[in-house]
């Protein structure tokens, strides 16, 4: 009763004319307090499993350029390098990667067991890892489409060393082939290429889940005779003369090979605006990039950090993976990848995969307009 006899014996001293203004003041800070509140509540950071590469590096300059906090969310890009397993949140200073050109190289079978084990709430797998995670029942939802290559300029070829010269299928016959280290989408690629040429796979020597750096290393040093390679590794090999394209990924359509991202489905359920928010980012950078010159999406930022920051490029007639707006997640391109991974033995029988995709948050994000 006390502190209440303090508090009524100093308003009665306050003017009558100022209590308008005393309750104003009052109104706003506690509208602040309430504010502060919610903020403080909102989910945060959202934690995404990541791999970066072409088909995901468009993500990563949403996610260095400050447009997810422009829709006020907070994000980090989980993440752990070559032959560490230790994870860490990717930093934005992207010179970072030009000191370990090996960061950022979880597989996708890896993103999605952190994303699994809610050590994080979302990842960015491949569609075979997407896939082969659905097979095995990981309560997930694919939102959106993230990067993946074109049709008629493919960023993925089948490549020999210089002084292997194959004229014809049969030539091909005997050598020792390689993947790289990745979901079994790059093992299957090349598989479904030796099938494409009439090529049984006793009549060569396969080599799977071979480091990026050690792929490379094992073509200019003679111990691989070629394999199926992403267009960034195979430009040094062929501009110095170590290798030459033989056939870019045209045997099967080029567009199955792309990257998603994906969220927990309790996740997506309890926390709907989060998510939107993040899908809207994206889709804002995409259309930022999509408006930009030719000259400016094809600014070179240097051999290491090409990666992450080039936009576009073109090597014989090929092409890094592009993003498309719409980013919608299509069933039938993964149902073409689910036959492909059936065919080889990744996957014991087909399912349906539609429970595993909702495309709802981009197509609201598409009729509001704002993005």
Same mark, same amino acid.
């Given at each position: 009763?006390?502190?209440?006899?303090?508090?009524?014996?100093?308003?009665?001293?306050?003017?009558?004319?100022?209590?308008?203004?005393?309750?104003?003041?009052?109104? =706003? +800070?506690?509208?602040g307090?309430?504010?502060?509140?919610?903020?403080k509540?909102?989910?945060?950071? =959202?934690?995404?499993?990541? %791999?970066?590469?072409?088909?995901?590096?468009?993500l990563y300059?949403?996610?260095?350029?400050?447009?997810?906090?422009?829709?006020?969310?907070?994000?980090?890009?989980?993440t752990?390098?070559?032959r #560490?397993?230790?994870y860490?949140?990717?930093?934005? #200073?992207?010179?970072?990667?030009?000191?370990?050109?090996?960061i950022?190289?979880?597989?996708g079978?890896?993103?999605?067991?952190?994303?699994?084990?809610?050590?994080?709430?979302?990842?960015?797998?491949?569609?075979?890892?997407?896939?082969?995670?659905?097979?095995?029942g990981?309560p997930?939802?694919?939102?959106?489409?993230?990067?993946?290559?074109l049709?008629?300029?493919?960023?993925?070829?089948?490549?020999?060393?210089t002084?292997?010269? +194959?004229?014809?299928?049969d030539?091909?016959?005997?050598k020792?082939?390689i993947?790289?280290?990745?979901?079994p989408?790059?093992?299957?690629?090349l598989?479904?290429?030796?099938?494409?040429?009439?090529i049984?796979?006793?009549?060569?020597?396969?080599?799977?889940?071979?480091d990026?750096?050690h792929?490379?290393?094992?073509?200019?040093?003679?111990?691989?005779?070629?394999?199926?390679?992403?267009? =960034?590794?195979?430009e040094?090999?062929?501009?110095n003369?170590?290798?030459?394209?033989?056939?870019?990924?045209?045997?099967?359509?080029p567009?199955?090979?792309?990257?998603?991202?994906?969220?927990?489905k309790? %996740?997506?359920?309890?926390?709907?605006?989060?998510?939107?928010?993040? =899908?809207?980012?994206?889709?804002?950078?995409?259309?930022?990039?999509?408006?930009?010159?030719?000259?400016?999406?094809e600014?070179?930022?240097?051999?290491?950090?090409?990666?992450?920051?080039?936009?576009?490029?073109? %090597?014989?007639?090929?092409?890094?993976?592009?993003?498309?707006?719409?980013?919608?997640?299509?069933?039938?391109?993964?149902?073409?990848?689910?036959?492909?991974?059936?065919?080889?033995?990744?996957?014991?029988?087909?399912?349906?995969?539609?429970?595993?995709?909702?495309?709802?948050?981009?197509?609201?994000?598409?009729?509001?307009?704002?993005?």
């Amino acid at each position: 009763m006390e502190y209440r006899k303090k508090i009524f014996s100093v308003l009665r001293k306050i003017p009558l004319k100022y209590y308008g203004l005393i309750s104003i003041t009052l109104l =706003v +800070i506690g509208s602040g307090i309430l504010w502060f509140s919610y903020k403080k509540n909102e989910y945060s950071p =959202v934690k995404i499993a990541y %791999f970066l590469g072409g088909r995901t590096s468009l993500l990563y300059r949403t996610y260095i350029n400050n447009y997810f906090e422009e829709e006020n969310i907070s994000v980090e890009l989980i993440t752990h390098s070559l032959r #560490d397993t230790n994870y860490y949140v990717l930093s934005k #200073d992207y010179n970072a990667i030009k000191k370990n050109p090996m960061i950022a190289k979880a597989t996708g079978i890896e993103l999605l067991e952190e994303m699994k084990n809610k050590r994080t709430d979302g990842s960015t797998p491949g569609e075979s890892s997407f896939i082969v995670g659905a097979h095995q029942g990981i309560p997930m939802v694919a939102v959106a489409e993230l990067g993946h290559d074109l049709k008629d300029k493919s960023g993925h070829p089948i490549i020999f060393r210089t002084g292997v010269n +194959i004229e014809k299928p049969d030539d091909i016959k005997g050598k020792i082939l390689i993947s790289r280290r990745a979901g079994p989408g790059d093992s299957v690629f090349l598989k479904e290429f030796l099938r494409s040429e009439g090529i049984k796979e006793d009549e060569v020597t396969i080599k799977e889940q071979v480091d990026d750096n050690h792929q490379e290393m094992q073509i200019a040093n003679g111990k691989a005779d070629g394999g199926y390679f992403h267009l =960034v590794q195979i430009e040094n090999l062929v501009n110095n003369g170590q290798a030459y394209i033989y056939r870019p990924l045209n045997w099967v359509n080029p567009e199955i090979s792309q990257a998603l991202l994906v969220f927990r489905k309790d %996740f997506v359920r309890e926390h709907p605006k989060e998510v939107k928010r993040i =899908v809207r980012a994206y889709m804002k950078r995409i259309q930022y990039e999509h408006s930009l010159s030719k000259e400016e999406r094809e600014k070179d930022y240097g051999k290491s950090l090409n990666v992450p920051l080039q936009m576009e490029k073109e %090597f014989y007639g090929m092409s890094i993976p592009q993003y498309d707006m719409l980013p919608t997640v299509s069933l039938d391109l993964l149902n073409e990848m689910q036959e492909l991974l059936f065919r080889h033995g990744e996957i014991d029988k087909k399912i349906d995969l539609s429970p595993f995709i909702d495309n709802s948050f981009v197509e609201e994000i598409y009729r509001e307009g704002n993005y």
